[in-house]
């Protein structure tokens, strides 16, 4: 007999956190089987982070590469359950790339509405292979977005950007793993901030298992900007956001409400890096600790080295910090702060030279 302990396949974080979300009909569940994503400790940093335990949650691996596809399988199951034949989003990348690729499994169409010349390559690519109508707007994200909510309200396609309540609902559930995964809250979490829907969304699932019972701190919440595209920092819309970052190349927050909210209930700050700052950490935790993110998503390393250097982390404190999207999505920046492959000769003896071996 087959000595196996059959666990069962992960089905996705709306089946399996369901007792925390909004009511649903099974049937219509589009999954990709997204969520359960690993957390990490990064133990090769010591030098950076001290005695503070630093703890990655890689949510690149996330079927389409980035956390998003969390909120898209809530907001495309209740489109479906609703009757909706298309969805419609505007994105600097990642929500394009997790809503093409939810109405593919759900059958339906995909308008996604992008900043022309301002997403980096494999985003572009994954919308465009699952079929989206990828529209590329000679403007910026948040001219993006005000489109997308006027064709919403008057046009037969549903919405799901962040703005979407099922968006956030299905985004807490990473809250929920990192205090399963840990066994309890952690002291602070970290996490990149654009248009404000994640930090929001884990503000929403830590108090969550709180109210539950199941932990008995929260941690405080702690977000991070680009310096060039820093409207929650400077308390004003930045009209002409800049980064290298370009997932969270945002001037005008969506979430912004929630955000505030976040920071001031869990004692947190929400505070700005620089891209120098981003670059940085970008670099070191692929190469420390093996984990290739995007520029983006190194902003909350960037954050905690930030903020350790300021003397407000103290030895002991257990830090998490979300690595929003997978390295992959944006070649061109890594290729462009890397080392060149060198080009040699099909010839062993001069390799091993090179080799230095
Ligand atoms: C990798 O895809 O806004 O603060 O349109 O892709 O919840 O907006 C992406 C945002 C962080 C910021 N890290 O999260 C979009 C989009 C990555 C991201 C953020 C984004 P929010």
Redesign the pocket.
């Known amino acids: 007999m087959d000595q196996l302990t059959r666990k069962g396949i992960w089905n996705g974080i709306v089946r399996e956190f369901s007792a925390f979300m909004p009511e649903f009909v099974d049937e219509s569940v589009v999954t990709l089987g997204e969520g359960n994503t690993p957390l990490v400790e990064a133990v090769n940093m010591k030098d950076v982070f001290g005695g503070i335990r630093v703890f990655l949650k890689l949510?690149g691996l996330n079927p389409t590469g980035?956390?998003?596809d969390r909120g898209m399988t809530f907001a495309v199951t209740k489109a479906k359950e609703a009757g909706a034949t298309a969805v419609i989003?505007?994105?600097?990348?990642?929500?394009?790339?997790?809503a093409s690729a939810y109405a593919a499994k759900a059958g339906m169409a995909a308008y996604v509405l992008v900043p022309e010349g301002s997403v980096a390559l494999g985003?572009l690519s994954q919308a465009m292979m699952h079929g989206a109508k990828v529209l590329e707007i000679a403007g910026n994200?948040d001219e993006a977005l005000e489109i997308v909510k006027q064709i919403a309200e008057n046009y037969p396609v549903t919405m799901v950007?962040?703005l979407n309540p099922y968006r956030i609902q299905g985004?807490k559930s990473a809250a929920f793993e990192v205090c399963e995964h840990l066994g309890h809250a952690p002291t602070y979490h970290f996490?990149?901030?654009?248009?404000?829907?994640?930090?929001?969304?884990y503000w929403m699932g830590y108090k969550e298992y709180k109210e539950a019972g199941l932990i008995s701190s929260l941690p405080k919440m702690m977000?991070f900007q680009a310096a060039g595209a820093a409207p929650i920092v400077l308390g004003h819309t930045v009209e002409d956001p800049q980064t290298i970052?370009t997932?969270?190349k945002?001037g005008k927050?969506a979430?912004l409400e929630g955000?505030i909210a976040a920071r001031d209930e869990s004692g947190g700050v929400i505070e700005m890096v620089t891209d120098d700052e981003i670059l940085a950490a970008y670099r070191l935790v692929a190469a420390r600790e093996g984990v290739f993110c995007?520029p983006?998503?190194a902003?909350s390393v960037a954050g905690v080295i930030k903020m350790r250097e300021s003397g407000m982390l103290n030895d002991g404190d257990t830090v998490v910090c979300t690595l929003?999207?997978h390295g992959l999505?944006d070649p061109d920046t890594a290729m462009e702060v890397s080392v060149q492959p060198l080009k040699v000769p099909a010839d062993m003896a001069k390799i091993v030279e090179v080799m230095e071996l």
């Open positions: 949510e980035s956390f998003k989003c505007a994105s600097t990348g990642n929500t394009s790339a997790s985003k994200f950007n962040s985004q996490l990149p901030v654009g248009n404000a829907g994640n930090i929001t969304a977000g970052a997932a969270i945002i927050p979430s955000a995007e983006a998503s902003a929003t999207g999505k």
